[in-house]
């Protein structure tokens, strides 16, 4: 059974704390035993209400104690796991109702629970409502007992977690539970290597709707017998950060941009001094080895620049672990000269997700690592990755024709160019389907170029379009600061700076300004902040089409 391991850290040590809910003034902890005890009293009340082994239920919640417990309760009793996000539309919500039949759900109280009551009005729907009283966690009858299966089917359905629609709606993939302890167990694998198995402090924030989040972030700490502190509300993320003092964190490219972003503008305003000082932080930073004169500065770099910044994320950082989505190699080795090591892996939900990620003290900034253990990785004759091993899905939940067309002689057909090097490192070029080919029939991935662009302080977003045009041409969402009237000349000084070290193919022509930034409020963003690429083009298509048209484009 997927939680065994960590029903016998708790039958260990049930007084050890593991879950913690932030409070005004401080954290409040559970113990294992606590945790354990408020999942039987869960299943005790699933049990009661008439709950089959393989019914499908959904989990509406922020980041908090009661969705680890709602998580290891359905493998103790064998439910399904539907993850919604808080960021969901009603709509959404109804669809992941519906797709996957959920007869239930676990919703936090207050306005979740009163959008989700309002959408179930009409059917037969239990709902099971987070407790005021924190201790408790849940309003069910103490009293009640629960015997747990031992004999649990370890190839039984455990979750069906959505992709990111970011090309339509979205899939729900079937993951069992074997699936998620083979990838878990992979991980731990690889932190062995490293000298990292340890209990360590994790601090979750990314949406544990994510499959990301919900392996890394919830199962490999429980596994770990590591500490989770919960943050509900990202605008707290930075000072929690000092206050749990994580030592392992995983997180999205988007939280590293903006950090990015922050810090750059915060030395950009400094003095020369300060602004000479921090370069050379960096420069040194990213060298293997230094010596001489440069070795004295480099111990200057260390105490005036990098302890600061560690301290910021809490002084106990050992790894930031990059993935879902491709992480930029100058953020990457950005991060490096300050001495914070950003470890960028791979993976997708058909795969639970990991498929690969670079080793502590092997990084390649400009690679998604090797393969995992147990993972085998090959690439097909376009180039696309292909993946097998005991962590890829069964299958898209009743969808056979999706199925069919992404497993292929047990092979998960991954969407994604990839090129392995020699030593086994994965470089991901870019997604099949975005793949611009130009009217001069050259293949470009406009992944790595959105990603060159978004570096630049003025941009926010950005999409690259281009197929079957004789140029490449970028609808651009502008930053904050940015007025409204300096736009279409900030946009040509841009691309100008852009432009200038490129090869003609690569080179972005034309632009145009979006209307408003993509957003998950008008459909355009992703939960997981995926830019949903088509649907942006197909709403500027118009004015992509006047970009072309013109007589300064034709020359």
């Known amino acids: 059974m997927l939680i065994s391991p960590f029903l016998e850290l708790a039958k260990a040590a049930p007084e050890l704390p593991c879950l913690y809910r932030s409070k005004d003034d401080g954290w409040s902890a559970y113990s294992r035993g606590e945790v354990v005890e408020a999942a039987m009293r869960l299943c005790a009340q699933w049990k009661a209400d008439g709950l089959n082994v393989g019914d499908r239920l959904l989990i509406l919640m922020e980041n908090r104690p009661e969705w680890a417990v709602t998580a290891i309760a359905s493998c103790i009793y064998g439910l399904v796991s539907v993850p919604a996000y808080t960021t969901h539309q009603d709509h959404e919500i109804q669809y992941l109702i519906e797709k996957s039949g959920a007869i239930a759900g676990v919703v936090s109280n207050g306005p979740l629970h009163d959008r989700l009551s309002a959408l179930t ?3 037969r729907f239990n709902t099971y409502v987070t407790a005021d009283d924190e201790r408790l966690m849940f309003p069910q009858f103490v009293e009640r007992q629960f015997a747990v299966d031992d004999d649990r089917d370890p ?5 069906l977690i959505a ?21 878990v167990t992979s991980i731990l694998k690889v932190l062995e290597e490293a000298n990292l198995a340890e209990p360590h402090r994790f601090l979750s924030f990314l949406p544990l709707a994510h499959a990301y989040e919900h392996m890394a972030g919830l199962y490999l700490p429980l596994y770990l017998g590591g500490e989770i502190f919960y943050c509900e509300k990202l605008d707290k993320l930075a000072s929690m950060m000092a206050e749990v003092s994580p030592t392992l964190m995983t997180a999205v490219p988007r939280l590293y941009e903006l950090l990015h972003s922050r810090i750059t503008s915060q030395i950009a305003k400094g003095s020369p001094l300060k602004r000479r000082l921090f370069e050379t932080t960096i420069r040194l930073g990213q060298k293997p080895q230094v010596s001489g004169f440069d070795k004295f500065l480099n111990t200057v770099c260390e105490r005036l620049v990098r302890q600061k910044v560690r301290q910021r994320f809490g002084g106990q950082l050992r790894y930031f672990v990059s993935g879902g989505a491709a992480l930029n190699p100058k953020i990457s080795e950005f991060f490096q000269g300050l001495g914070v090591g950003i470890l960028q892996g791979y993976g997708q939900t ?20 090797p393969n995992l253990p147990g993972v085998e990785v090959r690439l097909s004759e376009a180039g696309e990755l292909l993946v097998r091993g005991a962590n890829v899905m069964t299958g898209y939940w009743n969808d056979p024709e999706s199925t069919s067309a992404a497993l292929i002689d047990g092979w998960l057909h991954t969407g994604d160019l990839a090129e392995i090097d020699a030593d086994g490192h994965i470089r991901i070029v870019g997604r099949l389907k975005d793949l611009i080919v130009n009217s001069g029939g050259d293949n470009i991935a406009p992944g790595p170029i959105e990603q060159d662009l978004s570096l630049y302080p003025e941009i926010e977003q950005v999409v690259v379009v281009g197929d079957a045009r004789p140029w490449l041409s970028a609808i651009i969402c502008f930053a904050d600061g940015v007025e409204a009237t300096t736009r279409e000349q900030t946009l040509r ?6 432009n200038r070290d490129k090869s003609p193919v690569l080179q972005i022509r034309k632009g145009l300004v979006m209307s408003e930034p993509c957003s998950m409020e008008n459909g355009l963003l992703t939960p997981t902040h995926k830019i949903k690429r088509p649907q942006v083009i197909r709403l500027y298509q118009s004015q992509i089409d006047a970009l072309y048209m013109t007589k300064s484009a034709a020359k």
């Open 493 to 498: 000084d841009v691309l100008k700076r852009y």
């Open 155 to 159: 190839n039984g359905l455990y979750a």
């Open 163 to 183: 992709t990111s629609g970011t090309n339509g709606l979205p899939k729900l993939v079937s993951l069992t539970q074997s699936n998620l302890q083979a990838n």
């Open 350 to 369: 058909e795969a639970s997700p990991v498929i690969s990620v670079n080793r502590p003290g092997a990084e390649r900034a400009d690679t998604v690592g």
């Open 121 to 123: 009005s009409n059917t």
